[in-house]
């Protein structure tokens, strides 16, 4: 069929968020492909589970509904989705860059033995022309994802073993509303033809999840550092802006690997994406793998003491100086006038 499908993940009845994203820009692919977009859902008690989709533009929805099937559990999920994806062929699968997307992409793509990139951050249909072949593919999926460390920048194409099959990082894709009232088919699966007794060898007796202690992703107000706010302890002083004001801590990979701040709070194309109505870089000198995870915020402001930094050419307010001399002045007026 070559339509593009997408893996939509189940946490307690709702489709997480990156799945939402994945339909967003699944949408935008169909259009220059002329094809449809397909999502799949499997789990159990997903009535009305198609409210969630269709207004992400969703042609196709494919629901495996069955008690077992809910917590995933790697092979029933495997089974259903490279089944289906033998019997609809698809030309385009996206799964989320989770820790359920990591596990069942890579066995899906081994059955069909075709490729898969991950942890993509950007994906754009385009051309390729091979030399050596002598011949040009035209409407590949270019899979492009940080590599060597975030040094450079990798394009990645799968000419010949369709589907062509991406993981993509949650928050590098915006998430909107494709139309309200949208709506498509729905597909119900019969469980049983896409499952054996094989695949539910494993049982879950207990399940606890630890719930997240940071939401950068979803924080409105951040306070990011660099490599420039000079120690851990320095960042102390981002800690009490952001409790001031309202808003999370986040930094730089050079922050993070200096140790002045824990990975779980890494923004740019190596950590996290985020689109707060206020990021205020710190000592960030503004590298573009730094640049590609917050580019897109609503207003920003850069402390740094380089007044050539590349972060400066993004932000709309430059102050220059010392983060030890601004940060406890702007704690001091916010303070004042706000009460």
Known sequence: MSNVFVYCE???GQVVDVSLEL???GKKLVKEIDSKLE?????SDLQNIEKQVFPFGVDVLHVADEKRLYPYQTLPHASILTKLFEEQKPQIVLFGATSIGRDIAPRIASALRCGLTADCTSLVIGDHFDKKANKEYKGLLYQIRPAFGGNIIATIINPEMHPQMATVREGVMKKEIHDAKYKGKINKLDVEKYVNKE???VKIIERHIE???INIKGAQI???GGYGVGSAENFKLLYELADVIGGEVGGSRAAVDANY???ERQIGQ??????PKLYIACGISGAVQHRAGMDESAMIISINTDPIAPINAIADYVIEGDVAHVIPKMIKYYKKNSK
């Not at 190596?270 to 689109?275: A, E, L, N, S, Y």
């Open 10 to 12: 189940i946490d307690e």
């Open 23 to 25: 339909l967003t820009k």
């Open 39 to 43: 999502a799949v859902v499997i789990g």
């Open 199 to 201: 695949n539910f060898v």
């Open 211 to 213: 719930a997240k202690k």
């Open 222 to 224: 951040i306070v990011a």
């Open 261 to 263: 701040i824990e990975h």
């Open 270 to 275: 190596t950590g996290i994406t985020v689109r």
